[in-house]
């Protein structure tokens, strides 16, 4: 079992930065790929960024140019750096790991999420 715990979200004034963090504990072999998604009232759940062991990362285009995730092996946990917030960047952001056990099965898991509000 894996066990996400976020930090970091909160209210900002629009053109401002946040940086989010996420770590993984538990009982696991390896964490994989970990990943930041939200969720805006009313709409879906979407990928922000992601981010393998090797350190290749996905951002979706929206967070092209003003987000950067990054990860620590060493303490399984991932950040994103947020800059140039915009009001529409306003959602519950979770975080998403997929991890490996003992017996080589693998899972995927989800943090609580955070608010992140962006507004004047």
């Known amino acids: 079992q894996v066990q996400l715990v976020e930090s970091g979200g909160g209210l900002v004034q629009p053109g401002g930065s946040l940086r989010l963090s996420c770590a993984a504990s538990?009982?696991?072999?390896?964490?994989?790929?970990m990943g930041w998604y939200r969720q805006a009232p009313g709409k879906q759940r979407e990928l922000v960024a992601d981010i393998n062991r090797g350190g290749r990362t996905n951002y979706a285009d929206s967070a092209k140019g003003r987000f950067t995730i990054s990860r620590d092996n060493t303490r399984n946990t991932v950040y994103l750096q947020m800059n140039s917030l915009k009001p529409e960047d306003t959602a519950v952001y979770y975080c998403?790991?997929?991890?490996?056990?003992?017996?080589?099965?693998?899972?995927?898991?989800w943090g609580q999420g955070t608010q992140v509000t962006v507004s004047s």
């Open positions: 998403n790991a997929d991890a490996t056990d003992y017996e080589l099965a693998q899972a995927h898991y």
């Open positions: 538990g009982t696991f072999l390896r964490i994989n790929v």
